[in-house]
T-cell receptor, first 111, second 111 residues
Framework: GEDVEQSLFLSVREGDSSVINCTYT??????LYWYKQEPGAGLQLLTY?????DMKQDQRLTVLLNKKDKHLSLRIADTQTGDSAIYFC???????????FGKGTRLHILP | EAGVVQSPRYKIIEKKQPVAFWCNPI?????LYWYRQNLGQGPELLIR????????DSQLPKDRFSAERLKGVDSTLKIQPAELGDSAVYLC?????????FGPGTRLTVL
């Protein structure tokens, strides 16, 4: 079945890099996503990667995909207090298809 | 461009009462989704529409939940009667050609 697993909590010092990891089970997943959710706010799509890619970089964000191990990671460089949020790993088979979400990783920034 | 609009933002009802949520998707988005997000969990799909047709409602508890998307634009999600376990955030999302967006959600509390 479809399942997305991620650690529930990560604590990082301001200015350091944050790395959030995720594993998924559905090998036919074509799109892999990272969403950000701040308290009281909706889900914001941060970035996504196609399954035929290994890496995608967008400013401070770097996504790495190991398709063989079904492992996805999100690296946030120079973590800021504004990065404090819950980060959801997610996957879907096709464009506009339903999205399967993990339980989210709460990123806490230490001063 | 206006985002996905949902109302109400918050709703508190007693169990066994009916409740309805409304969603206005982004203009031109043919695909509309209703997700439910329980506390500490990721969103889970309830129903997906392509225009006015429900193409995936396998996760919708049809004994008490109903949804409609008349004219393929706005959508309503109804619960009748509500149960304590229905307390959650109900998220509407829309997409077209892979470009999707989530609304802010309706937080339902059932007492």
């Amino acid at each position: 079945g479809e399942d997305v697993e991620q650690s529930l909590f990560l604590s990082v010092r301001e200015g350091d890099s944050s790395v959030i990891n995720c594993t998924y089970t559905d090998s036919s997943s074509t799109y892999l996503y990272w969403y950000k959710q701040e308290p009281g706010a909706g889900l914001q799509l941060l970035t996504y990667i196609f399954s035929n890619m290994d890496m995608k970089q967008d400013q401070r964000l770097t996504v790495l995909l190991n398709k063989k191990d079904k492992h996805l990671s999100l690296r946030i460089a120079d973590t800021q207090t504004g990065d404090s949020a819950i980060y959801f790993c997610a996957e879907s088979m096709n464009r506009d298809d339903k999205i399967i979400f993990g339980k989210g990783t709460r990123l806490h920034i230490l001063p | 461009e206006a985002g996905v609009v949902q109302s109400p933002r918050y709703k508190i009802i007693e169990k066994k009462q009916p409740v309805a949520f409304w969603c206005n998707p982004i203009s031109g988005h043919n695909t509309l989704y209703w997700y439910r997000q329980n506390l500490g969990q990721g969103p889970e799909l309830l129903i997906r529409y392509e225009n006015e047709e429900a193409v995936d409602d396998s996760q919708l508890p049809k004994d008490r939940f109903s949804a409609e998307r008349l004219k393929g634009v706005d959508s309503t999600l109804k619960i009748q009667p509500a149960e304590l376990g229905d307390s959650a955030v109900y998220l509407c999302a829309s997409s077209s050609q892979g470009n999707g967006s989530f609304g802010p959600g309706t937080r339902l509390t059932v007492l």
